[in-house]
């Protein structure tokens, strides 16, 4: 597996969402020049609207055996939580057929074996890559509970619960009375809260939280150029940096963390990763009159509601569609029905609604590490539903392996070189 050691010279990091701004910021702090480059302003892609879940326990992918069968009821449910654009169906097969192929008891299990050591300590990981800045008050260490209306649901997931309990993660369980002392908000039908606190909290307004890092990164040195990027460029086989549509910047290394959009990046230079964007919605209630104590994942919804400040932030569906395409009503009618289902009663002074692009690669573990081939390339992306837990990690991981030090983690399985 070639490292990439380059100890000086300029990095350029792709893509300002918490993957891209952790890497800058570690790379920073080793003393690198470094320029984080994004179209937009840093935090407004995926980092900008998740559910701001700290969530070491989520090492499960959405590809569990027996997923094909349910898809059908999710896709006619009116407040279900699965959409698609059918006429996007076509395009995203290729990608289908490779992504169902991992509903098996197998893959699952392999996928939580590596998606644990991404996922562990994200509570200390956050807390040290904000340490110093402004950010570091935005973390939170509330609980994160999954709610069921009967213990029998929580039950009826073995796989799941028993690969948490393999990999050391630990819970406790609230039922009967107790479900409403602890969340008074939550209607009486939930009668289960499975809670998860270590190394869990959140993060209120994730967008924010990332313009406080990049805040940090300028700050102590680091450049943000607001451009698009459109290519690479190369000289005697190497990359030499990346053409944006306002110019070229040379750079010793480049670090592709452009989220959902990084496998359309990487055609230029023939590497082929199967990706799709798992769209994802969410709506903020302002000033509401009730909100949960800790954050909540409404197991039959398949949402998280999680208070953010003077807010209230439902997040989570599945769209397939396609980075292109608008947001879909649909989805955002659920998010606000479900509102007042789980929390009855439920006023609030206005909301937002955002849409958002999950960056799911096939085998659901994210790309990172350089690229045989391509020396001075390496790729950060593709941490589907859980790229808040893993960004510090990430981040520390990927400026190391920057300045070619030795890690202490196999990063072999998360290389690309198992796509070509
Ligand atoms: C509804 C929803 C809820 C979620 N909830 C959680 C949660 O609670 N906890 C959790 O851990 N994760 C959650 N996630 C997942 C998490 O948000 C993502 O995995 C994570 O934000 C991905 O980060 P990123 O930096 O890779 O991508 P992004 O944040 O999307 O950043 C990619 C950046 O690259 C830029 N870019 C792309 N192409 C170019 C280009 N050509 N030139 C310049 N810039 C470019 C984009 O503008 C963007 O800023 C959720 C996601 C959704 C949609």
Not at 21 to 34: C, E, K, S, W
């Amino acid at each position: 597996m070639p490292a990439e050691q380059t100890t000086s010279g300029t990095v350029a990091v792709i893509g300002a969402g918490v993957i891209g701004i952790a890497t800058a910021l570690n790379l920073l702090r080793q003393g690198r020049d470094v320029v984080l480059v994004d179209r937009l302003e840093p935090g407004e892609g995926a980092s900008f609207g998740n559910a701001g879940v700290l969530a070491s326990s989520s090492i499960i992918p959405v590809t569990v055996p027996g997923l094909m069968f349910k898809v059908p009821k999710m896709l006619a449910d009116p407040l279900g939580p699965v959409y698609l654009r059918w006429s996007y169906l076509p395009r995203m097969m290729p990608w289908l057929f490779k992504y169902l192929r991992h509903c098996t008891e197998d893959s699952v299990r392999h996928i939580a074996r590596h998606m644990a050591p991404m996922t562990a300590d994200s509570l200390d990981e956050h807390q040290r890559l904000a340490q110093g800045t402004a950010a570091a008050e935005r973390i939170t260490t509330i609980p994160y509970s999954f709610v069921y209306k009967e213990r029998a649901n929580f039950e009826s997931d073995p796989l799941a619960w028993g690969l948490r309990e393999e990999h050391g993660i630990p819970w406790d369980i609230t039922e009967g009375d107790a479900v409403h002392e602890q969340e008074p908000a939550l209607a009486p039908q939930y009668k289960c809260l499975v809670n998860l606190r270590h190394q869990h909290g959140t993060i209120d307004h994730p967008g924010d939280y990332i313009k406080d890092l990049a805040k940090a990164f300028t700050a102590g040195g680091g450049r943000i150029e607001t451009a698009a990027v459109t290519g690479f460029e190369r000289a005697d086989g190497r990359i030499t940096g990346v053409i944006t549509d306002t110019g070229t910047i040379n750079a010793e290394t480049v670090v592709v963390a452009a989220g959902a959009w990084s496998a359309r990046l990487l055609k230029s230079l023939g590497i082929n990763v199967p990706m799709e964007t798992e769209r994802g919605y969410h709506v903020e209630l302002a000033k509401p009159s009730i909100k949960p104590n800790g954050a909540l994942m409404v197991a039959d919804g398949k949402f998280v509601a999680t208070p953010m400040g003077d807010e209230l932030r439902l997040a989570g569906l599945v769209e397939f569609g396609g980075l292109d395409a608008g947001p879909s009503k649909a989805p955002i009618n659920t998010l606000l029905k479900r509102a007042e289902i789980v929390f009855p009663g439920i006023a609030y002074e206005s909301h937002t609604e955002w849409q958002g692009h999950r960056p799911a690669v096939s085998d659901s573990l994210p790309v990172m590490g350089p690229v045989d081939g391509h020396p001075g390339l390496v790729l950060a992306f593709g941490h589907h539903h859980v790229g808040l837990t893993c960004g510090p990690r990430t981040g520390r991981l990927i400026a190391d392996m920057v300045m070619g030090k030795q890690l202490n983690q196999d990063m072999t399985p998360y290389n690309v070189a198992r796509f070509q």
